[in-house]
């Protein structure tokens, strides 16, 4: 294991940047965190992210390591003695958190971003039946491997947990938003108690933005980005 | 826990995939006896559709029938399980690790549209576009393989590693849009470490097993571009 100091540099409302926050909180690690501008990029991230540009970026001494998924994989590499295991041990649990966090990211984000971005009533209701479905398959997956403990990751929150967790506050405000129930205990009950097990965590408590800001900022990006008419 | 029987452990794929490749690779490096099966080109199979029914592409590994699908999770896979056969895929240290998942997310993200928008652009323009974005991935990678293989012939060292696989798959496609299109993508002047590496690589015994003919290749690229205008073999 390498010593040295953390710093996270991200965005408040990036999902990506939250569920790094999450896991260094999971690890009971200490870091610096550096408030990035999307709009206005700093040095830092420029310097240590030249190929794509965007947060969150983990500095640890005088590494620098990008892309969301691969920095929650080199923590719990990194630290693997310290607090307890983010991916699981067993390599076929480890397949299927790494197969649906995958997912979560191609599929789930991309359909609910895209009911914030749909310009036309036709191409947001495909969006929301998008992410319905998503949300089902989801559903069957927490039921797979969570075997009927609290979390994706068993009796402590792991991968998946924080992959799909670190959305939360976009999904709901996404709901407000749009007008559309998206989180529906009637389609996916399982995924439902999961998600206020998952709110009432100290982990999401501390790292997830609240829904009010977050609507806020998704209303305005979707009129001085997305060119979308707002509904109400 | 690791079957040696080739009944444990079964492989669905196409020959021409590179994705598909990559997983042949893994197994082969890890000595692992498998039962490959073969999918039709433009069709899927049942096994196929009840093992990925989220994606159905291929390559899906089918281990004591438990089905581990998408390509890089699968070499992941073969190397966490087969932890005392062959070399290891992925480096010891969580730096290096993360520097081979990092380029590998590149190549799927930026290099391998790139190189499919060679054959898949409508016009000449766009496939220049295509050629150009390919190189400059290349380009990048060159840099990464300076920095990553600290010397020794592969990103992963002195034995075929986790990014080797993921990028060393295309090379059968790659050479099959130079010999189509008249232009170098490995240029000896412009991407020298990668031309060695791509020697080195295609020169290694478990992976000139797998990876498909280059003449194959042209002649399936050519069925395809008259067929379709859209995606490239599988996933």
């Given at each position: 294991?390498?010593?040295?100091e953390?710093?996270?540099l991200?965005?408040?409302?990036?999902?990506?940047?939250?569920?790094?926050?999450?896991?260094?909180?999971?690890?009971?690690?200490?870091?610096?965190?550096?408030e990035d501008?999307?709009?206005?990029?700093?040095e830092?991230?420029?310097?240590?992210?030249?190929?794509?540009?965007?947060?969150?970026?983990?500095?640890h001494?005088?590494?620098?390591?990008?892309?969301?998924l691969?920095?929650?994989?080199?923590?719990?590499?990194?630290?693997?003695?310290t607090?307890?295991?983010?991916?699981?041990?067993?390599?076929?649990?480890?397949?299927?958190?790494?197969?649906?966090?995958?997912?979560?990211?191609?599929?789930?984000?991309?359909?609910?971003?895209?009911?914030?971005?749909?310009?036309?009533?036709?191409?947001?209701?495909?969006?929301?039946?998008?992410?319905?479905?998503?949300?089902?398959?989801?559903?069957?997956?927490?039921?797979?491997?969570?075997?009927?403990?609290?979390?994706?990751?068993?009796?402590?929150?792991?991968?998946?947990?924080?992959?799909?967790?670190?959305?939360?506050?976009?999904?709901?405000?996404?709901?407000?938003?749009?007008?559309?129930k998206?989180?529906?205990?009637?389609?996916?009950?399982?995924?439902m108690?999961?998600?206020?097990?998952?709110?009432?965590?100290?982990?999401?408590?501390?790292?997830?933005?609240?829904?009010?800001?977050?609507e806020k900022?998704?209303?305005d990006?979707?009129?001085?980005?997305?060119?979308?008419?707002?509904?109400k | 826990?690791?079957?040696?029987?080739?009944?444990?452990?079964?492989l669905?794929?196409?020959?021409?995939?590179?994705?598909?490749?990559?997983a042949?690779?893994a197994?082969?490096?890890?000595?692992?006896?498998y039962?490959?099966l073969e999918?039709?080109?433009?069709?899927k199979?049942e096994?196929?559709?009840?093992?990925n029914?989220?994606?159905?592409?291929?390559?899906?590994?089918?281990?004591?029938?438990?089905?581990?699908?998408?390509?890089?999770?699968?070499?992941?896979?073969?190397?966490d399980?087969?932890?005392?056969s062959?070399?290891?895929?992925?480096?010891?240290?969580?730096?290096?690790?993360?520097?081979?998942?990092?380029?590998?997310?590149?190549?799927?993200?930026?290099?391998v549209?790139?190189?499919?928008?060679?054959?898949?652009s409508?016009?000449?323009?766009?496939?220049?576009?295509a050629?150009?974005?390919?190189?400059?991935?290349?380009q990048?990678?060159?840099?990464?393989?300076?920095?990553?293989?600290?010397?020794?012939?592969?990103?992963?060292?002195?034995?075929?590693?986790?990014?080797?696989?993921?990028?060393?798959?295309?090379?059968?496609?790659?050479?099959?849009?130079?010999?189509m299109?008249?232009?170098?993508?490995?240029?000896?002047?412009?991407?020298?470490?990668?031309?060695?590496?791509?020697?080195?690589?295609?020169?290694?015994?478990?992976?000139?097993?797998v990876?498909?003919?280059?003449?194959?290749?042209?002649?399936?690229?050519?069925?395809?571009?008259?067929?379709?205008?859209?995606?490239?073999?599988?996933?």
């Amino acid at each position: 294991m390498v010593e040295g100091e953390i710093k996270l540099l991200g965005t408040w409302p990036s999902p990506f940047a939250i569920r790094v926050k999450m896991v260094l909180q999971q690890k009971g690690l200490s870091y610096e965190y550096l408030e990035d501008d999307l709009l206005n990029k700093s040095e830092l991230l420029l310097k240590h992210n030249p190929i794509y540009k965007k947060v969150p970026v983990l500095i640890h001494g005088d590494r620098a390591i990008c892309e969301s998924l691969v920095i929650l994989q080199y923590i719990d590499e990194n630290w693997s003695k310290t607090g307890l295991h983010v991916l699981p041990v067993d390599p076929y649990e480890r397949a299927f958190a790494r197969f649906w966090a995958i997912y979560v990211d191609d599929k789930l984000v991309t359909s609910f971003i895209g009911i914030l971005k749909a310009t036309t009533e036709e191409a947001k209701a495909e969006k929301i039946a998008d992410t319905h479905a998503a949300l089902e398959l989801l559903e069957g997956a927490f039921k797979k491997c969570s075997a009927g403990k609290d979390f994706f990751g068993g009796d402590s929150i792991g991968y998946i947990d924080v992959t799909l967790g670190s959305c939360l506050a976009w999904i709901k405000a996404t709901e407000r938003i749009s007008g559309a129930k998206l989180l529906d205990e009637i389609k996916v009950p399982l995924l439902m108690e999961w998600v206020n097990r998952f709110l009432a965590t100290d982990c999401a408590k501390r790292t997830l933005p609240d829904v009010e800001r977050v609507e806020k900022y998704g209303r305005d990006l979707q009129v001085t980005r997305w060119n979308v008419v707002p509904a109400k | 826990m690791a079957g040696s029987g080739t009944s444990d452990v079964k492989l669905l794929g196409a020959w021409a995939s590179p994705y598909v490749v990559r997983a042949r690779i893994a197994l082969n490096l890890k000595e692992v006896q498998y039962e490959f099966l073969e999918e039709q080109f433009g069709t899927k199979s049942e096994l196929l559709l009840k093992s990925n029914p989220i994606y159905k592409k291929i390559p899906v590994l089918i281990h004591d029938e438990k089905p581990v699908c998408e390509s890089m999770i699968i070499v992941q896979y073969i190397d966490d399980v087969w932890i005392n056969s062959g070399p290891a895929l992925m480096p010891a240290d969580a730096y290096d690790r993360a520097l081979q998942r990092f380029w590998t997310v590149y190549v799927d993200d930026k290099f391998v549209p790139s190189l499919f928008g060679i054959m898949r652009s409508p016009t000449e323009e766009a496939k220049a576009e295509a050629k150009e974005q390919a190189l400059a991935s290349l380009q990048l990678l060159e840099e990464a393989f300076g920095k990553i293989s600290k010397g020794k012939p592969f990103f992963g060292g002195d034995t075929i590693g986790y990014l080797d696989i993921a990028l060393g798959s295309f090379l059968g496609w790659m050479k099959a849009f130079e010999e189509m299109n008249g232009f170098k993508l490995l240029d000896d002047t412009k991407t020298p470490l990668l031309c060695a590496w791509a020697d080195n690589f295609c020169n290694n015994e478990v992976v000139g097993a797998v990876i498909p003919e280059t003449a194959k290749l042209v002649e399936l690229a050519k069925v395809m571009q008259a067929r379709y205008k859209s995606a490239p073999p599988a996933n």
